[in-house]
Nanobody, 122 residues
Framework: EVQLVESGGGLVQAGGSLRLSCAAS????????IGWFRQAPGKEREGISC????????YYVDSVKGRFTISSDNAKNTVYLQMNSLNPEDTAVYYC???????????????WGQGIQVTVSS
């Protein structure tokens, strides 16, 4: 059974930083894509970053480029999202997601974590 467990969310002031972690387990292969979506109140869920464990190439949505960095520790089966220069528009529930077949360039993952709240105060 695939499990994705997020940690690291919380409350931070505008301009601050947080690092989210997602521990993955249950995949039969080490070759899968993994990353993050977020859903702000009243808005649709959007994919913000993805990385392939095989080639390590990261993908970002424009709104987080230059502020967020995704990385993968393959030995720990954990992916991180370092979020800097946070602003209130980043307030959302952040979801870890992964898929063994779908590439980051066309990313509609099958497996999802429970989500974790990130709140940025002004």
């Amino acid at each position: 059974e695939v499990q994705l467990v997020e940690s690291g969310g919380g409350l931070v002031q505008a301009g601050g930083s947080l690092r989210l972690s997602c521990a993955a387990s249950g995949f039969r292969s080490d070759d899968y894509t993994i990353g993050w979506f977020r859903q702000a109140p009243g808005k649709e869920r959007e994919g913000i970053s993805c990385i392939s464990r095989s080639d390590g190439i990261p993908y970002y949505v424009d709104s987080v480029k230059g502020r967020f960095t995704i990385s993968s520790d393959n030995a720990k089966n954990t992916v991180y999202l370092q979020m800097n220069s946070l602003n209130p528009e980043d307030t959302a529930v952040y979801y870890c997601a992964a898929d063994p077949l779908v590439p980051c360039s066309d990313w509609f993952p099958y497996y999802w974590g429970q989500g974790i709240q990130v709140t940025v105060s002004s």
